[in-house]
């Protein structure tokens, strides 16, 4: 899953996320999540003052970005001292599954 | 106590050393032995200082807070209670100080911060704003040490660099105490309440934490998932261990844990963006 300024959302990508009007979780939504987002539904995004959405995988790459195994790299670092520990290695599981879904590595569903 | 960490207690328990206190804590500090001030007395002499106040208001609204828009001090007071306004009043320019070479320690401030307060929500904890603040605050005892004995950091830097080994282990070894102590002595000589001291002073050592080790056990918690995000570098390379007391304190399990990662690691998105908004003006 991956947060993405409105401006670079594209038809296409899946929501992960539900979408709310002014990007504020009152109300109803105003649009669930697993929808294929088209044109027409980002304009309307626009005018309800949506600015960030959630998508499925990791679509918009930055510069700079890290790939998903330069990341797990680093994870390993930063838990070389305490793989010892059992609570930290549940942590170092955790972090390492999430870095793989929201990389949009394989236990992230995709409908591309 | 050895010399070395009983100069270092004095020079830090000697207001005088310290960065200039503005002396808007001067009178904040006189009032809070009156219980008869009230908010409005209270938010009438922060609000005489504007750069405190634009600073207090800044951080109020930061991630570590879940407020939308707070826009005037005596509105901070009420929604963050006196303690959290004056520990911010504080800490804003203590940061001020160091400017933008820690930004850092900063970042990571702001995201244990952040931390503290989603982990003390989600286990429905009272008093979250204190232990967002005492979060936003553990690390302070570093900036000190920075400022004071700017020699002994860059010898501690060094060695944690060289042989692999944490902040805490290096400064013990260079001057006798280390940051969580540091942090500790501040809180002290600022007066701030024993439930952002001891946060502060125990958050490598939960087990010490006599009277708020369920706050203590949180920011320990915070600071760990914080380091263990990768997120911004505050100096520490690895992931401290996380203590089994704080895991038992708090009850933990992992599907709490996993829950709460998710939810910082969304977290982490806005307190990026706040730190830098902060750092571009
Ligand atoms: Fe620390
Ligand atoms: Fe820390």
Known sequence: MQKIPLMLAKAGMILARDVFRGNSPIGMPLCGKGTELTDSLIVRFENMDVQTVHVEGHPVWEEGECSVDDLLRQLDSRFSKTLQEPLNVALYNIYKAYLTRCMGGDSDKQAR | ?281
């Not at chain 2, 950091?153 to 060695?159: A, P, Q």
């Not at chain 2, 520490?236 to 599907?255: G, R």
Request: aromatic share 4%.
């Open chain 2, 1 to 281: 106590m050895t010399s070395k960490r009983g100069d270092l207690k004095k020079i830090i328990m000697d207001t005088k050393t310290l960065p200039t206190l503005p002396t808007v804590i001067q009178k904040l500090n006189s009032l809070s032995d009156n219980d008869k001030s009230s908010v409005q007395e209270m938010a009438k002499i922060v609000t005489s200082d504007q750069v405190i106040s634009a600073r207090i208001l800044r951080l109020a609204n930061s991630p570590s807070y879940g407020f939308y828009r707070v826009s005037t001090i005596s509105n901070a007071m009420i929604l963050l209670g006196v303690n959290v306004v004056k520990s911010l009043a504080l800490s804003s320019s203590i940061f001020a100080i160091m400017e933008k070479d820690i930004v850092g320690l900063w970042e990571h401030s702001l995201g244990v911060g952040a931390a503290a307060n989603l982990i003390a929500r989600k286990l429905g904890l009272p008093e979250c704003e204190e232990i967002a603040t005492a979060g936003l605050l553990h690390d302070i005892g570093k900036v000190i040490i920075s400022i004071k004995c700017s020699e002994a950091e860059k010898e501690i830097l060094k060695l944690v660099r060289e042989r692999r080994i944490y902040t805490m282990e290096a400064e013990m070894e260079i001057i006798d105490t280390d940051h969580a102590e540091v942090g500790g002595w501040l809180a002290k000589c600022w007066f701030l309440p024993d439930k952002l001291g001891e946060p502060i002073a125990f958050h490598h050592d939960v087990a010490a934490s006599r009277n708020h080790r369920i706050k203590t056990a949180v920011v320990h918690i915070a600071d760990v998932l914080i380091c263990a995000s990768g997120f911004s570098n505050s100096g520490e390379s690895f992931v401290p261990p996380i203590q089994k007391i704080a895991w038992d304190t708090l009850k933990l399990n992992e599907q709490i844990l996993a829950e709460l990662v998710d939810e910082i690691e969304d977290k982490l998105v806005e307190v990026k963006n706040f730190s830098l908004e902060m750092m571009a003006d």
